[in-house]
């Protein structure tokens, strides 16, 4: 038996034979194999189909050899098919023989084009990018769309870009184009404004040359450019109040800024740029929240004129910009100030004693630094400085005698006066005032000690009369000053009785001795009054009348042993 000789086919089906819309069934090519032995039945012939898509995509028509589709090719799932055609004669128990063949799908325009998401893109499939004020034609981002046709078999993969759905500004004028090729999107005009809208939508057209399209929507993020000054605002609604005892570091005002950029764009520093010669105040930044604190660096004073308001100039900048604000800040006065006399000794002319009532002694003058009620101040006169009330002060500063003065009970005064202001606490200040009372001849000679005369009973005449255990004088005094005492002048009064039964000498120095002038009995009376005369030397001059008691004392001799003598005792009493 000769074996089967076997035709090889490169079978390359055409679109109008086996397209990738072909129908299922379709027939696509017919194979034949011949038989070279002598006598062969070329009937006896039988096909069969092995390899890629055998049984499943393909069949064979075993006696004519013609091979069949099964279903709709799709030239984007496999684009070629490679499988064995088996001939057999003897009906398919002789020899075989094989053909190798090779289908290949042409392409129609089944497919359009669209746009694939890139995963990695959190904010939308497709985003790009461009800074604000961008200059016309500026690159944007690239459309890129796929079509799976093949490129080529014609215009099925070739691809136009347009924008379907462009935003318009407000002149109505597009603000984004494409390139038709490429897909790259530009910038139309210098109009995007981040302040105004920081992101736009675009739809973007992908059309092959088929006809078929497909859109994707292109997100446009506006990225922010330092475009703006900061705008400076105080978070305050009224001009601080500052007292002037505020400590230190204290905070004195809140000030914010606002900036239409973003980020590092938008970090603001604050700075006083004016308005703070003396540098009494300073400024913390907090760069984040775009504040500054304004604290106290010195303190303030509001008895200074100029530091009573401070206009600061303040200045907020960012990287290339800067925007300056006005603040009035206004200083309060703080009772920081006691009332100060001036001066804070007085000393009033000396006066006599008995002045009257309502007299002047002096007016003091005070001020206070303070304003409102913090330099309102009363006067009054500390009680510690005159316990009696002799003296008054009135609000004029007018300090009077208010009681009668006794210049033997205090010659000279020293009145504190007080200033108190009104302030929250009051502060106070003090003037000394001296007031030298001078003395006035208001009293009259009296005797200087309780004297307790004594004269003995039975004894002769004419007998001293001893005044006391040491002395037989009797002495006078005044409480007057010297010029208003002695000399004094002593005279017995005879008005009584009893004033007969003595004498009374005056030695003229203030001194003098009284005699008694007969022999007394004490058992008929016990006791003499004597009134004494004394004047002073004053002008004019003042006397007064003392009365000196004389007791009458008796002996009782009592004998004491004592070693070898005896003692006599004098004893008075009833």
Known sequence: MHPLKVFTHRLTPHSSQHGG?????????????????????????????HGQGAGGEFTIDERTGRIYAQRR?????????????????????????????????????????????????????????VPENSPTDTSVMEMHAVDLDDPNEGGNAALTYSIVGNVRNEINLDLFSINASTGTVYTVLRSLDREAEQRYLVVVEAKDGGGLAGTGTATITVSDVNDHPPYEKSLSRSPPQVMEDLEVNSEVLVVSATDGDEGENAAVTFSIVGGDEDRKFF?????????????LKKKVDFEKPHERTFNLTLKAEDADFFGLAHCLVRVEDANDHAPVFLPQFYESPPMPEDVPVGTIVAQVTASDLDSAQNGQFSYSISKES??????????SGWVVVADALDREKISRHRIVVLAADAGSPPMTGTAIVMVTV???????????????????????????????????????????????????????????SDATNFNLTDFRNGSAAVTALRTFDRERQKEYRLPILMIDSGSPP???????????????LVWVSIVSFCLPLMLTGD
């Not at 005159?386 to 609000?395: A, E, I, S, T």
């Open 283 to 295: 400024v913390e930044t907090d760069r984040a929240n775009r504040r500054g604190v304004i604290r």
């Open 73 to 129: 090719l799709d030239r984007e799932e496999r684009p070629a098919w490679r499988f064995l055609v088996l001939a057999t004669d003897e009906g398919g128990a002789g020899l075989t023989g094989f053909a190798d063949v090779l289908l290949e799908v042409t392409d129609v325009n089944d497919n359009a084009p669209f746009f694939p998401c890139p995963a990695l893109e959190t904010d939308g499939c497709f985003v790009g990018r």
């Open 542 to 556: 003042m006397s007064s009348t003392n009365t000196l008691t004389v007791v009458i004392g008796f002996f009782c």
């Open 21 to 49: 819309d072909s129908r299922r069934c379709l027939s696509l090519r017919k194979v034949s194999a011949t038989d070279p032995d002598q006598e062969a039945d070329q009937t006896a012939l039988r096909y069969s189909l």
């Open 438 to 496: 001078l003395d006035v001849n208001d009293n009259g000679p009296e005797f200087e000690a309780l004297y307790r005369p004594v004269v003995w009973e039975n004894a002769p005449a004419p007998q001293a009369v001893r005044m006391n255990a040491t002395s037989l004088l009797l002495h006078a005094a005044d409480r007057d000053a010297s010029a208003n005492g002695a000399p004094f002048s002593l005279r017995l009064l005879l008005l009584t």
């Open 386 to 395: 005159d316990p009696n009330g002799q003296f008054l002060v009135d609000q």
